[in-house]
């Protein structure tokens, strides 16, 4: 890989720069998550299970698994 990356350098960069966006992806996707409160973060639980899915039946035990909740939350 280095003799790669000693031949053609622009490789390099494009895969630091892809390597770049992806952490700073996860970074703000987790930020955003972490701020929410929990009933907005099982709202969009459920509003990406839907895109995902169709209309899912979910029960309350499996709602608080997926959203790392508890009744208490809920």
Known sequence: ???VFAE???IAVAL???TAMNQRTI???AQYFTSLK???WIT???HRLAEQYGNVMVMREKL???SHT???QL
């Open 64 to 66: 608080e698994y997926l």
């Open 70 to 72: 508890s009744k208490l």
């Open 27 to 29: 970074v703000v996707r």
């Open 8 to 10: 053609h350098p622009d």
């Open 38 to 40: 929990p009933e907005a």
């Open 44 to 46: 969009e639980l459920l």
């Open 1 to 3: 890989m280095s003799a």
């Open 16 to 18: 630091l720069r892809i």
